[in-house]
């Protein structure tokens, strides 16, 4: 074994002793200097610098910290890192010189090119007073990782992005960048299917759209006051789609420790970027037909055969249908609106019901589209239909439902089409109902066949009695109008051959009385235009046909 340390036998003066005692001549160990880079840093992180010396035993002082200065040179991997000045953020290349208790003011910083998923190894030579070490750092890059939470939604709800960084096999990295912003977040892919919502937990907004700027990487905790949200609010997807997001993130360049955070950040020198996405599915549209109170429209009459139309009327009526999906508008979503008869209604009792062409017509105001009884239309920007309903001239309850031509969902509102105010004819000494279902040669099926205006029920009863004090006469009172007005299908076919019993303003008397005897039709003729009554007489065979405004 070879000793560092030599010991040699001495003679002393011998006036001072005859004792020998060993010493020891200390052989120098070169002074040296240390340089430590760490092991690994990430892409856009630095490395405090620092270079110690070493001088052991009693050798000869060959380097001095404060005397000496030191050059740190970047010898491989220059693309990846430069020095900088941590106080005025100066990028200084790839060498500095500076005495070693100056290095504090500077750090390399891996702040260039982002290097590959293997990463990239940066080499510095510090050099001082002919003394020389090499030391290396791998520089690795990192990532963006956005997710979604939930994972998937359904239209008209919404989902909660978490932006992370993580390293090249996809582990957590967690960088200390609270205080710098991403450079945009955008949708890739499916944008169609909604928006992207940056803003303060508390609910306000600060920017909406496509692609996002400026978002502050503090939304990478859910609980901080940033959300950055993906709200399914546009198009709903045949079955499921995925919406695919890209966060980049340009313009921070280096952090480390100990760079104080305000003079944070420098300029970038590369981009990082990272993807995710969110799967939309198809929900089940909800669908609200709203039909304005009172719900209660005039029949359609046809010009010139109704027998007179007393007061204002309106046979048309808005009807609004709204499709949403979660409370988000359903764009471009088909619906079909059809109107049915209720039966019985309206003084019809019979079946069939009327075919769906003498159902009344739709009309959607916004394309112009009609439809007899049934329409098939589609929702606007706001997902809405705007319809005009023209009453048909039966009057009656009419079922209104729309719904979905494509899923389950539907909607019904009920409308009544009548005339309003029509009262029943009562029984009397002087006059007797006839045609009514069941009497002998009656094929009409409605059990209500004598309503009218008030005018005409009040001067049917003064000239049923005023020509039975006159002539004996026991009127037989034939039909006037259904309870609710409208066509009177005394064939029970849906047909018109009563077309003028509609609004209660015309009766039918037959020739004969109820003893059978025939009616001197000049004299009922005169009394009906008379000044006390000023009605219209017709004979129409066996019966008159009297019309009282």
């Known amino acids: 074994m070879i000793s560092l340390l030599r010991s040699e036998r001495q003679h002393t003066n011998r006036a001072h002793s005859e004792t020998h005692f060993p010493f020891f001549i200390s052989r120098p160990i070169p002074p040296g200097l240390n340089l430590s880079l760490g092991g690994n840093i990430f892409f856009e992180e630095g490395v405090p610098l620092g270079v110690r010396g070493r001088n052991e035993l009693c050798a000869s002082t060959q380097w001095d910290a404060a005397l000496h200065p030191v050059t740190l040179r970047i010898l491989a991997g220059e693309e990846y890192a430069t020095f900088r000045n941590v106080f005025t953020r100066e990028r200084l290349g790839t060498s500095i010189t500076s005495l070693a208790r100056d290095l504090g003011s500077f750090a390399l910083a891996a702040d260039g090119k982002l290097p590959d998923s293997g990463g990239a190894v940066v080499v510095v030579q510090a050099e001082s007073n002919g003394l020389i070490v090499i030391a290396s750092v791998r520089v690795k890059p990192y990532y963006f990782r956005i997710s979604a939470e939930p994972s998937t939604i359904a239209v008209g709800e919404e989902a909660l992005l978490r932006i992370k960084t993580v390293d090249a096999q996809g582990n957590p990295y967690e960088r200390p960048f609270n205080l710098s912003p991403v450079g945009y977040v955008g949708i890739v892919e499916g944008g169609v299917y909604g928006t992207l919502v940056y803003g303060y937990a508390s609910g306000s907004e600060i920017e909406r759209g496509d692609t996002l700027h400026n978002i502050e ?325 066996t019966h008159f046909h009297l019309t009282f405004r």
Do not use: C
């Open 217 to 541: 990487t503090d939304v990478t905790a859910f609980e901080s006051g940033f959300q950055l949200k993906f709200l399914a609010n546009e198009q709903s997807p045949t079955d499921s789609a995925e919406v695919r997001f890209v966060v980049v993130k340009t313009g921070e360049g280096s952090s480390w420790y100990p760079i104080p955070p305000e003079l944070y950040p420098f300029d970038a020198r590369d981009t990082v970027r990272g993807i995710g996405g969110v799967v939309v599915t198809k929900s089940a549209a909800t669908i609200a037909l709203d039909i304005p109170t009172p719900k209660e429209i005039w029949p359609t009459l046809p010009a010139g055969r109704s027998g007179g139309n007393p007061g204002k009327r309106n046979v048309k009526e808005r009807i609004t249908v709204t499709a949403a999906r979660g409370g988000v508008p359903a764009i471009n979503y088909e619906v079909e609106i059809s109107a049915t008869m209720v039966l019985p209604s309206g003084g019809h009792e019979h079946t069939p019901p009327p075919p769906q062409a003498l159902l009344g017509e739709l009309k959607d105001i916004r394309t112009g589209r009609k439809g007899k009884g049934t329409l098939k239309t589609e929702t606007d920007t706001e997902g809405k239909i705007v319809l005009e309903y023209t009453a048909p001239e039966f009057s009656g309850k009419f079922e209104v439902t729309a719904k979905s031509t494509t899923e389950q969902g539907e909607d019904k509102d009920e409308l009544t089409v009548k005339v309003p105010e029509l009262q029943p004819l009562p029984a009397g000494q002087h006059y007797r109902l006839i045609g009514l279902f069941g009497e002998p040669g009656v094929i009409s099926e409605h059990r209500k066949n004598h309503f009218g205006t008030e005018t005409l029920i009040a001067k049917v009863r003064t000239l049923a009695n005023a020509v039975y004090q006159d002539s004996a006469y026991v009127l037989r009172i034939n039909d006037i109008s259904l309870p609710w007005g409208g066509v009177f299908d005394i064939e029970n076919n849906w047909s018109t051959p009563h077309s003028r019993h509609r609004v209660g303003i015309n009766v039918d008397i037959d020739d004969l009385d109820a003893n059978g005897k025939r009616i001197d039709a000049e004299y009922l003729e005169r009394l009906v235009r008379s000044k006390t009554f000023q009605g219209r007489f017709f004979s129409e065979g």
